[in-house]
């Protein structure tokens, strides 16, 4: 629109300025004889003016649609390509898609942890981050090791996590202004004293999803408990290596011996 109204405008203006022009300098405003022609050369002028601003506007629209067409052609291949790589990633994917989503996103949140990380410069926030990230990072990998944690994984990804990253954006918005106000300064402390409690639940969360391990390997205990304890090799009500290994050897000794008198005996009585 804004093309077309300077395309009509400027033949125009270009008219009207030689015209005044030609007029002032030649004297035309005091002679009728001489209106004609300066009106002539004037209008001359105007279409000559007009047919060079087209021009000229034609080859930058031209090259502007050029450029767009450009810039969409890009952004449409890169959105292929990176549909393309997701593809390849999924169909590469030892994991099942649950596992596969959960570790995508929380590569994603990881990554803007670190952004954050990196962005806000107190140094007592950044060891928080980063103990934050490390203690994600194992709640994440955990749905690998135990993809029967993914409904409790899921819900740290779908609530926890990202409540922590928009706060933490909150606070690095706000420690980037030049004034400290009672809303900015407070906002900012009670944002520091919820880090510590998050660092914590993070960590209870963390522990919470060995609980189903937790139980595993304490039903293994007690059956190897129980199986010692019918060959004579326990005694006490939980397992203790060592002793187990030293009652097997004493075992294996006493069968060593026992074999080496009997033949022995059977030797003295040929």
Known sequence: MRNRRHRSRSPIFTFLGVWLLVMIMGGALDSASRFIPALLIALGAGIVAGVGVSALLRRRDKKAAEKGAKEAEAAAKAWEEEQAKAAREEEKSPYSPEVQAII???????????????????PTIREKIN??????????????????????????????????????????????????????????????DMLDTTIDAYKKQLDALFANQAADIQMDIDIMNGMLAREGL????????????????????????EKINEQKGSTSNG
């Open 104 to 122: 995508n996103e929380g590569r994603t949140a990881l990554k803007e942890m670190g952004r954050l990380y990196k962005s806000i410069p107190d």
């Open 234 to 257: 326990g005694g006490k009500s939980y397992l203790d290596w060592n002793d187990f290994m030293k009652q097997y050897e004493k075992q294996q000794k006493e069968q060593k011996n």
């Open 131 to 192: 103990e934050l990230m490390a203690v994600s990072d194992k709640i994440v990998r955990d749905a690998i090791d135990d993809p029967t944690d993914v409904p409790q994984i899921r819900k740290f990804l779908d609530y926890y996590l990202p409540t922590t990253i928009k706060l933490l954006n909150a606070y690095d918005r706000m420690s980037a202004q030049d004034i400290q106000g009672d809303n900015i300064s407070g906002s900012m402390e009670r944002i520091e």
